[in-house]
Structures are given as C-alpha cells and as structure tokens.
C-alpha cells in the first residue's frame, strides 16, 4: 500500500468500514441521479474505453463493466479497456487484474501521465467534494481533459454541500440534526470545500474549453419513496464526517471524548429523522465533451 500524505485533505478515511459504506452507496447513488450509471446524453455503443478518477473502491467501474458487456457486448477482438485511479489503493479490490480493469496510483491535481492521453471516451469522476478545495476544480479539470479522446465525454457527480442545510419544512430548521448538519457543512466550506461542487465542476469545465457542458441537480426531496434510503445514506456518511470534524476542529479533546460528542450528535440524527424530519440535499452531474 503507498503512502499518502500524512496532512491530507480529505476527511473521510478508507478502513474496512468506509470500504463497504462506498460500495453499498453506490446502487442508491446511481438511483438518485436518475437509474443510469453513464449518462443518457451519452451514447454507449461508442464507449470503448473508460476511466474513473479518484475511483476508491472501483465499484462504480465494475458496475459499468457489467453493464456494457451485458448491452453493449464487444467480442475479444475488440475488448473495452477499463482504467481506475485514485490517490491511495488502500480500497482497491483485492483481485485486481483478474477482473479486467486495470488501477494505477494517481494525484489528480498532478498532470497524467502522457501514456493515458487521448485514450478515453469517457472519464468519469464522483465524489470528491470532502477531498478538495473549491480553488483547485479548475485545475483538476485540466487535467482530466488531455486523458479523453477528442468528442469523449466527461462526466462528474458530486454533492451540492449548501443543499443539505434545508430541511422540507421550515418547523423542521430548528432540529438538532439540522444544527449537525450545519456543523459538517459550515466547517467544510470553513477548510475551503466548495459550497456548490456540481456548479464549480460545470464552470470549470467551461473555462477549460469543453463544449455542451450540462449539470443537472437531483434532489433527494423530488424522490419521496426514496426517503428510507436517504435517511440511511446520511445516517452512515455522518458517523466518519463527524469524528473528522470533530477531530479537525478540537472540539474532542481525546479519543473518549470525541466518540462521545460523535455518539450525541448521531443520537440527535435519529431522534430528529424519528420525529419526521426527512433530509434534504442535492448530488448534481455535469456532462461535459471534448470537442
Ligand atoms: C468519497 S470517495 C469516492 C470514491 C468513488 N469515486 C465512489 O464514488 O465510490 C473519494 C475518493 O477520492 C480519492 N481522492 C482524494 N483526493 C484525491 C486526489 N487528489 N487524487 C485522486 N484521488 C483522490 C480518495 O482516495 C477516495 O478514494
């Protein structure tokens, strides 16, 4: 396992826990934004070759590969090749090779590799929101663009931070899970995050010069039968977002304390989804073609 910077940014971790909390997020994320893991702005019968940036546990990249071999079946003489990066391989599957895609370590604020350019027709990234600060989209995006092939797509899912601090009815604001949320979101704009991921993602690929840039916003609110799946999601990504924060910030003094002020805010999460407050909250894609 490689070494990443002992001052990361990113506030999540990746032990065995958060391993399996990525992979079980991934069907209701895929939900959410509409049932389609690549979007249907794109066509498929011309993806022959793929990456997932910051991929962490690839489980997106399986899915997709499962999903193209059973429509889109190519034959062996014309194989799709399938490559994910990310910046630690702590999460990579443990039978990686055998699967047909191929992980590589890369810092995607870095250039890639010259190997890897214009060689995809798809590049696609998702949930970097807790990992980078508002400053560097830009720069990412720059980076992503020389991997595609020209008329490839980029296309990027991620969280619209501001949106999670709604609640669907103004007698619901006054909440504790409300004022955690609060917390969670305040303190990472505090460390730079940005506020509006999808939005940023969307001007910067304008500004790098992509063509037909979309970014459409689904919001768990229009999803009413989802609401059980929601309250689950946001239940299990607090629990590593607060003892980071809580962590970050000092406001646990010790290892003790800093479970117990995790514990209390977790408790106001259930007592306040028991009383029926339903959170809220926005994960946007961005589409995007290299012309
Ligand atoms: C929340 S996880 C998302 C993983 C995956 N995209 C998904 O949707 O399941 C964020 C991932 O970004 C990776 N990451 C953070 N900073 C990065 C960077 N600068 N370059 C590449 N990957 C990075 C982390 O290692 C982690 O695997």
């Avoid at 934004?33 to 940036?53: M, P, Q, R, T, Y």
């Avoid at 090779?97 to 890639?112: A, M, Q, R, T, V």
């Avoid at 797509?153 to 609640?167: G, N, V």
């Avoid at 919001?219 to 980071?244: C, F, G, H, I, Y």
Wanted: with cysteine; proline share 5%.
């Amino acid at each position: 396992m490689t070494a990443v910077p002992e001052n990361e940014y990113y506030l999540l971790g990746r032990n065995s826990v958060e391993t399996q909390r990525l992979d079980e997020q991934h069907n209701f994320l895929t939900d959410l934004c509409g049932g389609s893991l690549i979007s249907k702005s794109i066509s498929e019968d011309k993806i022959f070759s793929i990456a997932d940036v910051a991929t962490g546990t690839g489980v997106w990249l399986r899915d997709v590969k499962a999903h193209l071999d059973s429509t889109h079946p190519t034959g062996p003489s014309k194989p799709r090749y399938y490559h994910g990066f990310d910046l630690s391989d702590a999460q990579y599957p443990t039978n990686q090779g055998l699967d047909g895609i191929n992980y590589s370590l890369h810092d995607c604020l870095k250039p890639f590799p010259v190997e890897h350019h214009n060689r995809y027709d798809l590049v696609h990234v998702r949930l970097l929101v807790a990992a980078i600060k508002e400053t560097e989209f830009k720069l990412i995006v720059a980076n992503l663009k020389p991997l595609l092939k020209r008329g490839g797509y980029l296309q990027w899912e991620d969280l619209d931070l501001k949106s999670f601090l709604t609640s669907h009815e103004p007698k619901y604001d006054s909440f504790p899970t409300i004022q955690t949320l609060r917390l969670c979101i305040e303190t990472q704009i505090g460390y730079d995050a940005s506020p509006h991921v999808p939005e940023t993602v969307a001007d910067a690929a304008r500004e790098n010069g992509f063509a037909d840039v979309i970014h459409i916003l689904y919001n768990t609110k229009d999803r009413p039968e989802m609401a059980e799946q929601v309250l689950n999601w946001v239940s299990k990504v607090m629990a590593p977002l607060l003892r980071a924060i809580l962590g970050r910030t000092g406001r646990a003094k010790n290892e003790e304390d800093l479970q117990a002020h995790t514990q209390s805010h977790l408790d106001g999460l259930r007592t306040s989804f028991e009383r029926g407050l339903a959170p809220n909250g926005a994960m946007g894609m961005v589409i995007a073609r290299k012309e």
